[in-house]
């Protein structure tokens, strides 16, 4: 069993900077993708990135990519998400999750593919 729990958001100015941590408890396996995903009021939750557990490997959705890095610390098994160039679309409620790969070479961008979710926290972009 993983639990996954998010800290770092907050309320910051358009055109600021956020980072935003998930810290996991129990056993992360190498297989492990960390994904980081985000919801709007009103919207569907979109995938926002992800980082393979055994070396490092990130993968972004496109119009994030430049702005948003992911991260992980292995020895204190947590997974960050830094955040420039913040826009007010920005705003939603940021979630950390997990899923064992079940094979090389994969990648996992749907919401319904990981099994372990964090309780998110909010970021609010003000313009």
């Known amino acids: 069993q993983v639990q996954l729990v998010e800290s770092g958001g907050g309320l910051v100015q358009d055109g600021g900077s956020l980072r935003l941590s998930c810290a996991a408890s129990g056993r992360i396996y190498s297989t492990y993708h960390m994904g980081w995903f985000r919801q709007a009021p009103g919207k569907e939750r979109e995938f926002v990135g992800a980082i393979r557990w055994s070396d490092g490997y990130t993968y972004y959705t496109e119009s994030l990519k430049g702005r948003f890095t992911i991260s992980r610390d292995n020895a204190k098994n947590t997974v960050a998400l830094q955040m420039n160039s913040l826009k007010p679309p920005d705003t939603a409620a940021y979630y950390c999750?997990?899923?064992?790969?079940?094979?090389?070479?994969?990648?996992?961008?749907?919401?319904?593919?990981?099994?372990?979710w964090g309780q998110g926290t909010q970021v609010t972009v003000s313009s």
């Open positions: 999750a997990a899923v064992a790969s079940i094979g090389p070479g994969r990648r996992y961008y749907n919401e319904y593919e990981y099994y372990y």
